[in-house]
């Protein structure tokens, strides 16, 4: 009993720690405020593009909806740290109904980590969606209870078609030195450690729809030559930990992504804090994870070589794709 008692006394402790230190180091780069946003969608339109936080981006047409990733739960930092996290149907119901996809006939996963793949099944039983996405997150789809057959396991190169939407499959890195880089071989029954969600390999997609060309790199890391020949008009760019990585890699990465595609417009994503709830303004990550300021100091020097608009998105806002 007194044992107990201590233990509870200890993680209590542990907690408080945790979160007094995540606090510290979680002051919100400021600066955040003084990027250029991205300019909203207004009027009709033939396609809206809205990101949700993390690499988390719908698209609709009125007729059809796709998502990537469908991640809405953001576990706290207590949650991720000491114990074990699972899809929060609550918050996928309000997130859902404040976005409304009609007709959501697709997610596609970019990698097994939680921040990616733990709420797709969920998203994906609510909605009547199936979930596109590796062999891990097919095991994730599983463990969650999605009917098999309503997931699809991708290879590089694939291409898959929804109304006027064609979503062209692509493997690329994940960022460099991230945590639990291997695979998951069964069925992941949630609630689970963050590390059981191990990444099982990385995509990134093209979406064409009618003429747009929107490239969708979840993840900071390139392959030298794996966009020749692609053409994409916006690509929706994966800056996490971007900040920590050297101009050199910066400059291959943005020369891999957005001058090999010809994009004009670039938003960055997965650059939010996503340890804090989808209903509160969305902050960059602390440093102790990234350092989003390096990372757009490294960006916007090359943006304006290149005659490229580099836009930060409002969360849940249509963007103005023509901008
Ligand atoms: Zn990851």
Same mark, same amino acid.
């Given at each position: 009993m007194r044992m107990n008692r201590f233990l509870t006394g200890a993680a209590l402790a542990a907690l408080a720690g945790c979160g007094i230190l995540y606090g510290a180091l979680s002051i919100p780069s400021l600066a955040a405020q003084s990027y250029p946003?991205?300019?909203?969608?207004?009027?009709?339109?033939?396609?809206? %593009?809205?990101? +949700?936080?993390?690499? &988390?981006? $719908?698209?609709?047409?009125?007729?059809?909806? =796709?998502? &990537?990733?469908?991640?809405? &739960?953001?576990p706290s930092v207590a949650q991720v740290l000491l114990g074990k996290?699972?899809?929060?149907?609550?918050?996928?119901?309000?997130?859902?109904?404040? =976005?409304? @996809?009609? /007709?959501?006939?697709? =997610?596609? %996963?970019?990698?097994?980590? !939680?921040?990616?793949?733990?709420?797709? $099944?969920?998203?994906?039983?609510?909605?009547? $969606?199936? %979930? !596109?996405?590796?062999?891990?997150?097919? /095991? =994730?789809?599983?463990?969650?209870? +999605? @009917?098999?057959?309503?997931? &699809?396991?991708?290879?590089?190169?694939?291409?898959y078609a929804f109304g006027t939407f064609r979503v062209q499959v692509f493997e690329t890195p994940h960022s460099p030195h991230a945590k639990f880089p291997g695979k998951i071989d069964e069925p992941l029954h949630q609630p689970a450690r963050i590390s059981e969600?191990?990444?099982?390999?990385? !995509?990134?997609?093209?979406?064409?729809?009618g003429k747009r060309r929107i490239l969708v790199i979840a993840s900071g890391n390139y392959t030298p030559g794996k966009f020749q020949g692609v053409k994409a008009d916006v690509v929706f760019l994966g800056i996490g930990t971007l900040g920590k990585q050297d101009e050199a890699f910066a400059s291959n990465y943005w020369h891999e992504t957005v001058e090999q595609t010809g994009a004009k417009l670039v938003i960055p994503i997965h650059w939010?804090?996503?340890?804090? @709830?989808?209903?509160?303004?969305?902050?960059?990550?602390?440093?102790?994870?990234?350092?989003?300021? /390096?990372?757009?100091?490294?960006?916007?020097?090359?943006?304006?070589?290149?005659?490229?608009?580099?836009?930060?998105?409002?969360?849940?806002?249509?963007?103005d794709l023509d901008q």
């Open positions: 946003v991205a300019q909203r969608a207004t009027g009709k339109r033939d396609l809206t %593009v809205r990101f +949700l936080g993390t690499a &988390t981006l $719908a698209f609709d047409d009125g007729t059809t909806a =796709i998502m &990537t990733d469908g991640f809405f &739960t953001r996290v699972q899809s929060d149907d609550r918050v996928i119901d309000k997130t859902l109904a404040r =976005i409304g @996809p009609q /007709n959501l006939a697709a =997610i596609f %996963v970019a990698h097994s980590h !939680y921040d990616h793949a733990m709420d797709s $099944a969920a998203v994906a039983v609510k909605t009547g $969606a199936s %979930v !596109y996405g590796s062999a891990s997150t097919a /095991n =994730i789809m599983r463990g969650a209870g +999605l @009917p098999t057959e309503r997931t &699809t396991v991708f290879e590089d190169g694939d291409t969600y191990q990444e099982g390999g990385n !995509y990134s997609f093209l979406v064409t729809h939010d804090d996503f340890m804090r @709830p989808l209903d509160q303004p969305f902050r960059p990550l602390p440093r102790l994870l990234d350092n989003f300021d /390096n990372g757009m100091r490294m960006l916007l020097p090359l943006a304006a070589r290149d005659g490229v608009k580099l836009r930060l998105p409002e969360a849940f806002a249509p963007i």
